[in-house]
C-alpha cells in the first residue's frame, strides 16, 4: 500500500476528543503532519487509516490537494519599438 496524505476533520461539537487524536496518532506508519482544533493532516496508508476513521463518530477523510501558486509577475512579451528620430 502506498503512503499518501489525507485531511481528517472533526465535525462535532467543540474541538476534537484527545482519544480520537490518540487513536490516529497510534496507527503504525501514520504521522500527524500538522494540526488545529479541529483538523488534522496526517502522512499514511490509506486503508488502515480510512478503517479508523470509519470507527470514528463526527470524522470524515479526504486526500489533501496541493496546487500550484500562479506566477503573476508581469512579463515582457516583447521588446519595446525603437525611439523615432
Known sequence: MAKGRYVLRYR???SKPH???AGVSGLADAVVVDSSPRMLV???EDQPLRELVDTLPDW???P?????VPDTRM???RP???PLR
Open 19 to 21: 482519544l480520537d487524536l
Open 75 to 77: 512579463k515582457v512579451e
Open 42 to 44: 496526517v502522512d499514511a
Open 64 to 68: 489533501e490537494h496541493r496546487y500550484e
Open 80 to 82: 519595446p519599438d525603437p
Open 60 to 62: 470524515v477523510m479526504a
Open 12 to 14: 462535532g461539537e467543540g
